[in-house]
C-alpha cells in the first residue's frame, strides 16, 4: 500500500515537468547545425552586454511624467514574475541610468569596458539590484529569445595498450564560449558576411578567440588531419547553453575575505596537481582548472560584493578584464572573456579609493551609479507592505497609517532641511510625495532636489524600520493589533544603541522628527474620524464640484446657472468662504488662493491629467472640515470619553466605530482606541 502511495506521488511530481521544455533546453547538434541557427537568428551570438539589456527590455517598460520630466520605470525591477519578492521600489531614475549604461554597451559604445560600481548608503537595496540582475539573466538564457550556446569536443579516448577505445570521452568547453570562436579570426569576417543577410540590424560580434584548453585541442586536431577544418569540426558537439549561479555557469559571485585567506586563482583558475601527472606538465591547459569567478561568468554576469574591499591584487585583475575583455590564468597567455563585470559598495569605501592615488587606473574604468535611500513617501511605503501585510501576517493586526507613519519618519530622516523661508521639512516631503502648497509648483520641486546634494545618501535604512516593525509585532503590548504610537516608541528606543548613529546631535534631530510625525498623524486619525462621521463618500466629492464651478464663475467673472430655478446668478461668496475660512484664507488673500486652484486645474488639463482633489493637500482639508462643520452635529465626539453615555449615543458611536472598520481598514480594537484617542484631542477644545 505504501508502495503505491508513493508511486502516485512521484508520478504527480513527474507530471509536472514540461518534457517539451527539457527538450528544448538539452538542444544538441553539429558545428553546421549551429551555423544555421546564427544564419535564421543572429541574435543568438549576443554579447553579455547585449543580452543583458535586451533581458531587461523584454519584461517591457512605462514611460510617465514626474515634475514635467520623462522618465522610464522598467517591469523588470518590479519582480512580477517572483511576486514582487525582490522589487524595487522608488528608484526609478537610478535605475535609468543603470539601464541606459547596458543600453550604450550593448551598442559598443565603450561602456562595455568599464566596471558597473552601484554606489550607496547601507540597506539601499544594491545587493537586490545585483540579485535581480543575476535571477534575471538566468531565467532569459531559458527562453527562445535568450538562447545561447556553447561546444563539447568529442574525442578518442586512449586505452591503456595506446590504441583508441571505442567509447568517446567528451571534454567541454571551460569557459562555455560561443561556437564561433572555433573560426580563426582571419576567416571569421568572410563567414560572417555570409551569415549576415542584407539590410540586417543586428551585426554579428567577430572578437574572441578560443580558451587555451580549447585552442590546444584544437591545434592538436589541426595537426592530425593535416589542417582539415571540416574533419575538426567533426569532433564538435554544439549544444544549448542555460546560465545557472547554482551551477556556476555564466554567473559568478565574489565575496572578499580575509587577507590570509584570499587567491587571485580564486577569479582566474589554478592548476589541478592531480592531472599534472597525467598531463607530464603544469603548463598544459588540459591540467589546469580553468574556474575562477571570471572565468565561469563569461558569457554572463559577475558580482564582486563590496568590491572596494578587495585586495589590491585582486583589483589589478580586473583593469584587464575590464578595459581589454581579457584574464591572464597563471601560465597561460591572455584569455578573452564576455561578461558584465557588477560591483557594489557603501560610501566609506568608495571615498577610500577617491583618496588612493595608486587605483587611478580603476578610478577611470569605473561608472560609477548612485543607488540612494527612497526620498518619495509612497515608494518608502511599498518596502514596507510587502513584508508586514495580511498573507504575512497573521497572529495580529496592522493599524492603519502604522506603516506610513514609520516610513514618514524614515524619509524625513534622509531629506536635508529646505533652503527656502516658510517650507517646512514636513511640506517638503509632501511637495516630494506629489502634494501641491501655495506658492509651490513642479519647477520650484525640481529647485528643491538640485538644492539638496547629499539628499537620500544619508539617514535611516529601511532595515532599521523593519527591524522596528518586526519588534512592535512580537511583543505582548496591542492586544492583538500595533498601532503607529508603538511603532514609534520602537523606533525611539532603538536609536539609543543604534549601531551607526553615534552623533548625538544625528539621535537629537531624528527624535525631533518623531514629534513631527506624531503630529501629523494626530491630524490624519482627526480627519479620518471626520469623515466617518460625515459618512457620506460623495458628499465631498459634490462640495468639491460646487466650490470649483463656484471659483470658476467667479475668476472668469461669470455667473451660475442655479439648477432649481434656472436663472443666473453670481457665484456665493458666502459659500467661498466658508469652505476657504477652515483654512485661514484672509479676506486679502481670498483671490490669489482662487486663481491657484484654477491655474493648477488648467495645468493638469494641458498635460492631459484629470484634476483630484485630493492632490491638493490645502484643498482636501478645507472641504473636509467644511463637510464636518455641516454634520458634526449628529454625533458629539466628547461623549466617547464620558464613562457614561446614553444608548442612543452609543448607537451612534458604534455607527462610526463600524465605518472605521469597513471603510477605512480598522479592526474592533484600533477603531475604539483612535476613537478614544481624537475625542481626547476634542475635548481639549482643538477642534481644527
Same mark, same amino acid.
Given at each position: 500500500?505504501?508502495?503505491?502511495?508513493?508511486?502516485?506521488?512521484?508520478?504527480?511530481?513527474?507530471?509536472?515537468?514540461?518534457?517539451?521544455?527539457?527538450?528544448?533546453?538539452?538542444?544538441?547538434?553539429?558545428?553546421?547545425?549551429?551555423? +544555421?541557427?546564427?544564419?535564421?537568428?543572429?541574435?543568438?551570438?549576443?554579447?553579455?552586454? +547585449? !543580452?543583458?539589456?535586451?533581458?531587461?527590455?523584454?519584461?517591457?517598460?512605462?514611460?510617465?511624467?514626474?515634475?514635467?520630466?520623462?522618465?522610464?520605470?522598467?517591469?523588470?525591477f518590479?519582480?512580477?514574475?517572483?511576486?514582487?519578492?525582490? %522589487?524595487?521600489?522608488?528608484?526609478?531614475?537610478?535605475?535609468?541610468?543603470?539601464?541606459?549604461?547596458?543600453?550604450?554597451?550593448?551598442?559598443?559604445?565603450?561602456?562595455?569596458?568599464?566596471?558597473?560600481?552601484?554606489?550607496?548608503?547601507?540597506?539601499?537595496?544594491?545587493?537586490?539590484?545585483?540579485?535581480?540582475? $543575476?535571477?534575471?539573466?538566468?531565467?532569459y538564457? $531559458?527562453?527562445?529569445?535568450?538562447?545561447?550556446?556553447?561546444?563539447?569536443?568529442?574525442?578518442?579516448? =586512449?586505452?591503456?595498450?595506446?590504441?583508441?577505445?571505442?567509447?568517446?570521452?567528451?571534454?567541454?568547453?571551460?569557459?562555455?564560449?560561443?561556437?564561433?570562436?572555433?573560426?580563426?579570426?582571419?576567416?571569421?569576417? !568572410?563567414?560572417?558576411?555570409?551569415?549576415?543577410?542584407?539590410?540586417?540590424?543586428?551585426?554579428?560580434?567577430?572578437?574572441?578567440?578560443?580558451?587555451?584548453? @580549447?585552442?590546444f585541442?584544437?591545434?592538436?586536431?589541426?595537426?592530425?588531419?593535416?589542417? %582539415?577544418?571540416?574533419?575538426?569540426?567533426?569532433?564538435?558537439?554544439?549544444?544549448?547553453?542555460?546560465?545557472?549561479?547554482?551551477?556556476?555557469?555564466?554567473?559568478?559571485?565574489?565575496?572578499?575575505?580575509?587577507?590570509?585567506?584570499?587567491?587571485?586563482?580564486?577569479?582566474?583558475?589554478?592548476?589541478?596537481? !592531480?592531472?599534472?601527472?597525467?598531463?607530464?606538465?603544469?603548463?598544459?591547459?588540459?591540467?589546469?582548472?580553468?574556474?575562477?569567478?571570471?572565468?565561469?561568468?563569461?558569457?554572463?554576469?559577475?558580482?564582486f560584493?563590496?568590491?572596494?574591499?578587495?585586495?589590491?591584487?585582486?583589483?589589478?585583475?580586473?583593469?584587464?578584464?575590464?578595459?581589454?575583455?581579457?584574464?591572464?590564468?597563471?601560465?597561460?597567455? +591572455?584569455?578573452?572573456?564576455?561578461?558584465?563585470?557588477?560591483?557594489?559598495?557603501?560610501?566609506?569605501?568608495?571615498?577610500?579609493?577617491q583618496?588612493?592615488?595608486?587605483?587611478?587606473?580603476?578610478?577611470?574604468?569605473?561608472?560609477?551609479?548612485?543607488?540612494?535611500?527612497?526620498?518619495?513617501?509612497?515608494?518608502?511605503? =511599498?518596502?514596507?507592505?510587502?513584508d508586514?501585510?495580511?498573507?504575512?501576517?497573521?497572529?495580529?493586526?496592522?493599524?492603519?497609517?502604522?506603516?506610513?507613519?514609520?516610513?514618514?519618519?524614515?524619509?524625513?530622516?534622509?531629506?536635508?532641511?529646505?533652503? $527656502?523661508?516658510?517650507?517646512?521639512?514636513?511640506?517638503?516631503?509632501?511637495?516630494?510625495?506629489?502634494?501641491?502648497?501655495?506658492?509651490?509648483?513642479?519647477?520650484n520641486?525640481?529647485?528643491?532636489?538640485?538644492? &539638496?546634494?547629499?539628499?537620500?545618501?544619508?539617514?535611516?535604512?529601511?532595515?532599521?524600520?523593519q527591524?522596528?516593525?518586526?519588534?512592535?509585532?512580537?511583543?505582548?503590548?496591542?492586544?492583538? @493589533?500595533?498601532?503607529?504610537?508603538?511603532?514609534?516608541?520602537?523606533?525611539?528606543?532603538?536609536?539609543r544603541?543604534?549601531s551607526?548613529?553615534?552623533?548625538?546631535? +544625528?539621535?537629537?534631530?531624528?527624535?525631533?522628527?518623531?514629534?513631527?510625525?506624531?503630529?501629523?498623524?494626530?491630524?490624519?486619525?482627526?480627519?479620518?474620524?471626520?469623515?466617518?462621521?460625515?459618512?457620506?463618500?460623495?458628499?465631498?466629492?459634490?462640495?468639491?464640484?460646487?466650490?470649483?464651478?463656484?471659483? =470658476? &464663475?467667479?475668476?472668469?467673472?461669470e455667473?451660475?446657472?442655479?439648477?432649481?430655478?434656472?436663472?443666473?446668478?453670481?457665484?456665493? /461668496?458666502?459659500?467661498?468662504?466658508?469652505?476657504?475660512? =477652515?483654512?485661514?484664507?484672509?479676506?486679502? !488673500?481670498?483671490?490669489?488662493?482662487?486663481? /491657484?486652484?484654477?491655474?493648477?486645474?488648467?495645468?493638469?488639463?494641458?498635460?492631459?491629467?484629470?484634476?483630484?482633489?485630493?492632490?491638493?493637500?490645502?484643498?482636501?482639508?478645507?472641504?473636509?472640515?467644511?463637510?464636518?462643520?455641516?454634520?458634526?452635529?449628529s454625533? $458629539?465626539?466628547?461623549?466617547?470619553?464620558?464613562?457614561?453615555?446614553?444608548?442612543?449615543?452609543?448607537?451612534?458611536?458604534?455607527?462610526?466605530?463600524?465605518?472605521?472598520?469597513?471603510?477605512?481598514?480598522?479592526?474592533e480594537? @484600533?477603531a475604539?482606541?483612535?476613537?478614544?484617542?481624537? &475625542?481626547?484631542?476634542?475635548?481639549?477644545?482643538?477642534?481644527?
Open positions: 500500500m505504501r508502495q503505491m502511495r508513493d508511486d502516485t506521488l512521484v508520478s504527480k511530481i513527474s507530471a509536472m515537468q514540461d518534457e517539451a521544455r527539457f527538450q528544448e533546453e538539452s538542444w544538441e547538434g553539429t558545428f553546421e547545425d549551429y551555423l +544555421q541557427i546564427v544564419r535564421q537568428n543572429p541574435r543568438v551570438t549576443r554579447t553579455a552586454f +547585449q !543580452r543583458m539589456f535586451d533581458m531587461i527590455e523584454s519584461h517591457g517598460k512605462t514611460d510617465y511624467f514626474d515634475n514635467k520630466k520623462k522618465l522610464t520605470r522598467y517591469h523588470f518590479l519582480d512580477e514574475s517572483a511576486g514582487g519578492h525582490d %522589487a524595487i521600489f522608488g528608484l526609478d531614475v537610478p535605475l535609468m541610468k543603470l539601464v541606459n549604461v547596458f543600453k550604450s554597451a550593448a551598442q559598443r559604445l565603450g561602456t562595455e569596458r568599464r566596471v558597473l560600481l552601484l554606489h550607496g548608503p547601507v540597506g539601499s537595496s544594491k545587493s537586490t539590484i545585483a540579485r535581480l540582475l $543575476k535571477r534575471g539573466i538566468e531565467a538564457s $531559458k527562453t527562445p529569445a535568450g538562447a545561447l550556446y556553447t561546444f563539447t569536443w568529442c574525442l578518442d579516448r =586512449k586505452a591503456e595498450d595506446g590504441s583508441i577505445a571505442e567509447k568517446e570521452e567528451l571534454f567541454p568547453c571551460p569557459m562555455h564560449e560561443d561556437p564561433l570562436h572555433l573560426i580563426p579570426s582571419e576567416w571569421r569576417a !568572410r563567414l560572417i558576411d555570409e551569415l549576415t543577410p542584407p539590410g540586417a540590424e543586428f551585426e554579428i560580434p567577430s572578437t574572441g578567440e578560443l580558451c587555451p584548453a @580549447c585552442r585541442v584544437f591545434r592538436d586536431l589541426m595537426k592530425r588531419y593535416g589542417g %582539415a577544418f571540416e574533419r575538426v569540426v567533426e569532433h564538435v558537439r554544439v549544444r544549448r547553453l542555460i546560465l545557472s549561479e547554482q551551477d556556476r555557469v555564466g554567473i559568478g559571485t565574489f565575496q572578499p575575505k580575509d587577507e590570509k585567506n584570499q587567491d587571485s586563482t580564486e577569479l582566474t583558475g589554478d592548476i589541478n596537481y !592531480r592531472k599534472i601527472a597525467e598531463y607530464g606538465s603544469d603548463s598544459d591547459p588540459r591540467a589546469f582548472n580553468f574556474d575562477g569567478e571570471l572565468n565561469i561568468a563569461n558569457r554572463g554576469i559577475v558580482e560584493v563590496e568590491i572596494l574591499k578587495l585586495d589590491v591584487a585582486f583589483l589589478y585583475d580586473l583593469l584587464g578584464a575590464t578595459q581589454e575583455h581579457k584574464i591572464k590564468p597563471k601560465k597561460f597567455p +591572455q584569455t578573452d572573456i564576455d561578461e558584465v563585470i557588477l560591483g557594489h559598495t557603501n560610501e566609506p569605501e568608495y571615498k577610500k579609493l583618496s588612493n592615488e595608486f587605483m587611478e587606473a580603476l578610478r577611470d574604468r569605473t561608472i560609477k551609479i548612485d543607488i540612494p535611500y527612497i526620498t518619495k513617501l509612497s515608494e518608502e511605503v =511599498k518596502i514596507y507592505e510587502k508586514f501585510n495580511s498573507r504575512t501576517i497573521r497572529q495580529k493586526h496592522i493599524a492603519p497609517h502604522t506603516l506610513e507613519m514609520a516610513a514618514m519618519w524614515a524619509v524625513l530622516t534622509r531629506l536635508e532641511e529646505p533652503q $527656502k523661508q516658510g517650507l517646512t521639512i514636513l511640506q517638503k516631503l509632501k511637495l516630494y510625495n506629489g502634494k501641491t502648497l501655495p506658492n509651490f509648483n513642479e519647477d520641486v525640481k529647485e528643491l532636489r538640485k538644492e &539638496a546634494v547629499r539628499e537620500g545618501l544619508d539617514g535611516i535604512s529601511p532595515r532599521y524600520v527591524d522596528k516593525i518586526s519588534n512592535a509585532l512580537v511583543s505582548e503590548k496591542g492586544e492583538g @493589533c500595533i498601532n503607529p504610537f508603538m511603532v514609534l516608541n520602537e523606533l525611539e528606543s532603538g536609536l544603541t543604534h551607526l548613529i553615534s552623533n548625538e546631535e +544625528q539621535k537629537k534631530r531624528y527624535r525631533e522628527l518623531l514629534g513631527v510625525v506624531r503630529e501629523e498623524y494626530e491630524n490624519i486619525v482627526k480627519n479620518e474620524v471626520q469623515r466617518a462621521i460625515n459618512a457620506d463618500k460623495d458628499a465631498i466629492e459634490r462640495l468639491c464640484g460646487n466650490y470649483i464651478d463656484s471659483i =470658476k &464663475a467667479y475668476t472668469q467673472k455667473r451660475l446657472r442655479n439648477k432649481y430655478t434656472g436663472q443666473y446668478e453670481e457665484p456665493s /461668496e458666502r459659500f467661498m468662504r466658508s469652505i476657504e475660512e =477652515k483654512i485661514d484664507i484672509p479676506e486679502s !488673500r481670498k483671490d490669489d488662493f482662487r486663481r /491657484e486652484v484654477m491655474n493648477y486645474i488648467g495645468a493638469l488639463a494641458i498635460e492631459g491629467r484629470a484634476f483630484d482633489y485630493r492632490t491638493n493637500e490645502r484643498l482636501h482639508k478645507a472641504l473636509e472640515l467644511k463637510l464636518f462643520e455641516d454634520q458634526k452635529d454625533i $458629539k465626539l466628547r461623549h466617547m470619553v464620558s464613562t457614561v453615555i446614553d444608548p442612543k449615543t452609543q448607537e451612534k458611536i458604534d455607527v462610526v466605530k463600524n465605518r472605521l472598520i469597513q471603510n477605512y481598514g480598522y479592526c480594537v @484600533c475604539s482606541d483612535v476613537m478614544s484617542f481624537v &475625542a481626547s484631542i476634542f475635548a481639549r477644545g482643538d477642534a481644527k
